[in-house]
């Protein structure tokens, strides 16, 4: 296992790498950071694992915001440019879905397949977006805690273990690197470059997840012709930390189906 960093002029982008075969890189959701892939990682030992911490987020540096979405998207660029990332899968998780889009649309030759797992082309108005912006950079991370876990776990689960510890680390976040990817959250709007992807696509929702509903998810996914949709029962926002045996199994099988193994 490697952990390095890329330098972004002014802040660094920080991944950690593990494993050998056909590359597969990993983006985090809002709030989080790279670890919520580190189980899941664990059950593909015969593929190299590029798991990114976004801007503002995990070790990565944290500039002022706000952040565009172009510029996360320049940031995981950077770091598979670095790593000779060529022919991957790209999961991206929430937020990191909407990367995933987005690379995929700008760097079509790096890729070969795409996970939209619990995401969507568009996360509602910017309205409100702007207004958590400014609430954390107010009030700091407990503002937003407990709505957070409420929409991402559900009321049944939300003192589980996977919440638990998402709840810390949701609480570590740097307020300012949370408001601007926000900020970046806000301006996107990714129906129509969605719309013209040619590549292969598995889309994964959770039956329980209250941020972003399977309805929704799927509404992205059948943007790409032949995408697949899969739907984990008893999952959240977060089914890499409710189900991390299961999640790999999803993706392995995706793997299998367009030679990635
Ligand atoms: O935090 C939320 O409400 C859900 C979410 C949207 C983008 C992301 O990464 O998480």
Known sequence: MKTGSVDRGGYAITYEMAGDGPDVVFAHALGLDRQIWDDVAYHLPDHRT??????????????????????????????????????????????????GQGLAVKRLDMLRGLVLSNTAAKFGQPGPWQERAALVRKQGM????????????GPKDRDGAAATWARERLLQCDPEGYAGCCEAIAGTDFYSP??????????????????????????????????EFKLMRGSGHLPCLDAPSDYARLLYGFFRTIGHV
């Open 50 to 99: 590029i798991r990114i911490d976004m801007r503002g987020h995990g070790r990565s540096g944290v500039p002022d915001g706000p952040y565009s979405m172009g510029g996360l998207i320049a940031d995981t660029e950077a770091v598979c440019d670095a790593l000779d990332v060529r022919d991957a899968v790209f999961v991206g998780l929430s937020v990191g879905g909407m990367i």
């Open 142 to 153: 407990k503002a937003v805690a407990d709505m957070t876990l409420e929409k991402w776990f």
């Open 194 to 227: 969605t719309s013209g992807l040619r590549l292969p696509t598995l889309g994964i929702a959770g039956d329980r997840d209250g941020s972003t509903p399977p309805d929704l998810v799927r509404e992205t996914v059948e943007l790409i012709p032949g995408a």
